[in-house]
């Protein structure tokens, strides 16, 4: 006990450098996710059959495809066409649009259960199409893909420890680092696992537990109830 | 019987309400409108009975542009409302066209179709600040005048999900109003409803019928209101109009056989 102690005297603040790059990392991609969620979710639902294979293809080769291998490409294979990114850039790009693509799944599937009757009625009161979604549906869409959002930041969250495969100096970097240089494995790995655990806990799942909540009073809703 | 019987004659300069000329609406094989024709005059209060799956939902949806017809044509005030005019022909309608046309269309829906996630008078607001441009102010004070018509101001600020069926309805004819529509539909409004809220929301149709210049077309299975409340009775039967007449004569003493089937049918199982 008192040799971890001194373990986290020594290293503690590498982890925390680590940790706000972590952070840093899973709030952008978490940005980037749910817009390409949102946009690929609305193509997916289109009238035009183009505009949905575009969102299909899309979908299909970031969920068929491995994260990692998508990172790689992302940093090492696009320069090779003339689009270098920064190894911090190209980490959160690769892991936000990973997510994205399940997240448009979510979109799409929190759209059409929202009852066939409200889209009618906004039509009936002569709403435009535009403010059909973003007034009605959307707003409705949202409760429902919440709880499900959770989980796929959380799974975001974790995502982003593959970044440090391209050096990008997180919190999963710095355990590495940290284990190389001392050997300390079960030291170096349990703290950083249990980072990543209390960041999904008392960060992630606390915060969407909030906005549900929000929510449901918006839909006159007690909590809980 | 056909048109050639339509009490209310129109003269070609005062064009009905609403016209439907030869429409057609299939699903698949199933036709559910049959080569339709139905004028209804301005301010003229029609009632639409027959048996399930007659057609009934569907003139209305169409009406509301809700469904896309496969034949005919159906006109708002003279004007084509399914279709525009393009270099001398009719083709069908643009988005834009079918915006500017069911501005006059209000509906009111079995299931009220309330947003959950707005407060009474926000469902109210709604459309006239969004869809009309109505400032807020004038939008809240349209809306509360329209919820204190149909008895109702006191639960503005709440959820729909507080209130009763009978509320939720009340509150959706307000809001159809607030567009301040010249056509209102009515699809079997109160069957979703318990029993004993009925008449309140048969009340505020009665009153919008006595106070307002209202063209209304009711779907209904309630006899007794149609009968009450109606310039003219439609009988359907299979995507056709089989008998039409004024409430009296049509409910008292049908000349169809399918309609005294019917009619005999619905007041038994009252
Ligand atoms: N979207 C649809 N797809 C396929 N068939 C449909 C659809 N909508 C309606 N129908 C069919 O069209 C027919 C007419 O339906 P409609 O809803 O107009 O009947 P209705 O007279 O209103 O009946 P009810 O009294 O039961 O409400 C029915 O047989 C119905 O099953
Ligand atoms: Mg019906």
Request: aromatic fraction near 8%; include cysteine; charge should be negative.
């Amino acid at each position: 006990m008192e040799r971890y102690l001194d373990f986290l005297v020594e290293y503690g603040p590498r982890f925390v450098d680590g940790t706000i790059v972590t952070v840093q990392q899973t709030v952008l991609a978490a940005l980037l996710a749910v817009a390409i969620a949102l946009v690929m979710g609305l193509m997916k639902l289109s009238k035009l059959f183009l505009v949905r294979s575009v969102a299909t293809t899309y979908i299909e080769i970031f969920r068929g495809t491995s994260l990692l291998i998508q990172l790689f490409w992302i940093f090492f294979v696009l320069p090779l066409f003339g689009i270098t990114l920064e190894k911090f850039t190209a980490g959160f790009i690769a892991v936000g649009m990973n997510l994205g693509a399940y997240g448009a799944e979510v979109v799409r599937g929190a759209i059409i259960s929202v009852p066939r009757g409200q889209y009618e009625v906004a039509i009936a009161l002569n709403l435009s199409p535009y403010k059909r979604m973003t007034r009605i549906i959307l707003p409705q869409a949202l409760i429902a893909m919440l709880p499900p959002w959770g989980n796929l930041f959380i799974e975001l969250l974790k995502g982003t420890a593959l970044v440090a495969l391209i050096s990008v100096t997180d919190l999963m970097f710095e355990a590495r680092q940290i284990n190389g240089t001392t050997f300390l494995s079960a030291e170096a790995f349990g703290t950083a696992l249990i980072i990543y655990y209390l960041l999904a806990r008392l960060l992630i799942s606390p915060s969407m537990l909030a906005l549900e909540r929000v929510m449901a009073r918006k839909m006159g809703r007690t909590p809980g109830g | 019987m056909d048109n050639d019987t339509h009490p209310i004659r129109l003269r070609e300069t005062d064009p009905p309400a609403v016209r439907f000329s030869q429409v057609s609406k299939h699903y698949g094989d199933l036709t559910v409108l049959d080569s339709l024709d139905l004028d209804i005059a301005a301010n003229e209060i029609v009632s639409i009975i027959g048996p399930s799956g007659s057609g009934k939902t569907t003139v209305l949806r169409v009406l509301m542009t809700l469904e896309p017809i496969d034949d005919g044509v159906i006109y708002l005030y003279g004007q084509p409302l399914t279709h525009m005019e393009r270099g001398g022909i009719l083709v069908q309608s643009s988005d834009a066209h079918l915006r500017k046309m069911r501005s006059d269309i209000g509906m009111v829906f079995q299931h009220f179709n309330l947003f959950p996630h707005m407060t009474v008078i926000e469902n109210c607001m709604e459309a006239p600040v969004q869809a009309l441009g109505l400032s807020k102010d004038e939008a809240r004070e349209r809306s509360m005048d329209l919820l204190t018509m149909v008895g109702i101001a006191d639960k503005a600020g709440q959820h729909p999900s507080r209130l009763s069926g009978g509320q939720q309805q009340r509150v959706a004819i307000a809001r159809a109003l607030a567009m301040r529509p010249k056509v209102m539909l009515f699809d079997e409004v109160t069957s979703a409803l318990d029993p004993e809220v009925i008449g309140e929301v048969l009340n505020v149709i009665r009153q919008l019928a006595g106070e307002h210049d209202l063209t209304m077309i009711i779907v209904t299975h309630q006899m007794g209101f149609a009968r009450e409340i109606s310039d003219r009775v439609c009988f359907f039967y299979e995507g056709r109009i089989a008998e039409q007449g004024p409430p009296d004569q049509l409910i008292g003493n049908p000349q169809n056989e399918r309609t005294r089937m019917f009619l005999s049918a619905v007041l038994d199982a009252d």
